[in-house]
């Protein structure tokens, strides 16, 4: 069975601080992928990246960073220098590379930044 | 613009009635699916179709029902028999499923609340 964990529930930082939102998972199959959403106040979530289980590489998209550690079963992501627009429920998700139907979310991390 | 609508964003019914919540894409997108959101549990699948006139059951379908008789929409209808119906409910789509991953696209949601 599939299974995310968000240990962080709620996150409150300052504005322009460093934050670190973690995932770990647990999975059965030899190739899977792992992704990221962002769900703002308004309800829909915002896809931001997907990491297939064979690529490793750490990768950053502006002041966003994402850390893919498979000896650990973790899947990091990092804001640096966090603003107010980044208050948001993160979900951090898992699905596998034969359908991508049964994708398995983390329960999510409350991130609020205060200004 | 391209994307997902959800109408209404807020429902209220009475516990015995049966509701249907509207789901369409005009992203030209084959698979669509339906989850429910409830606080501290993230995601869970309640049913997909990655055709049109096809759909299967997701992780939580006992008490909901759903019909793809268009490529655009995909109608959650949440019987009598859905035991805890009020919940966030969000409609997703992607290009494509089976043995190749494509993100999911999500639309604002429908909050139901059941009395």
């Known amino acids: 069975a599939q299974k995310v964990t968000q240990a962080q529930t709620e996150i409150s930082v300052v504005e322009k601080e460093d934050v670190t939102l973690d995932c770990v998972y647990e999975t059965r199959d030899t190739t899977y992928y792992l992704f990221w959403y962002k769900q703002p106040p308004s309800g829909e979530l915002v896809f931001l990246i997907r990491r297939n289980s064979f690529d490793e590489q750490n990768e950053i998209s502006g002041r966003y960073s994402w850390n893919f550690q498979k000896s650990t079963s973790s899947f990091n992501f990092t804001i640096t220098a966090s603003q107010v627009v980044d208050s948001a429920v993160y979900f951090c998700g898992l699905g596998s590379n034969f359908g991508n139907e049964k994708l398995t979310f983390g329960t999510g991390t409350r991130l609020t930044i205060i200004p | 613009d391209g994307g997902i609508t959800q109408s209404p964003k807020y429902l209220f019914r009475k516990e015995g009635q049966n509701v249907t919540l509207s789901c369409e894409q005009n992203?030209?997108?084959?698979?669509m699916y339906w989850y429910r959101q409830d606080p501290g549990q993230g995601l869970r699948l309640i049913y997909y179709s990655q055709i049109v006139n096809d759909f299967q059951k997701g992780d939580i379908a006992e008490g909901y029902s759903v019909s793809r008789e268009k490529k655009e929409s995909f109608p959650l209808t949440v019987t009598s028999a859905q035991k805890n119906p009020t919940a966030f409910y969000l409609c997703?789509?992607?290009?494509?499923?089976?043995?190749?991953?494509?993100?999911?696209?999500f639309g604002p949601g429908t909050r139901l609340t059941v009395t």
């Open positions: 992203l030209n997108h084959d698979a």
């Open positions: 997703a789509s992607s290009i494509g499923s089976g043995d190749t991953y494509y993100e999911q696209y």
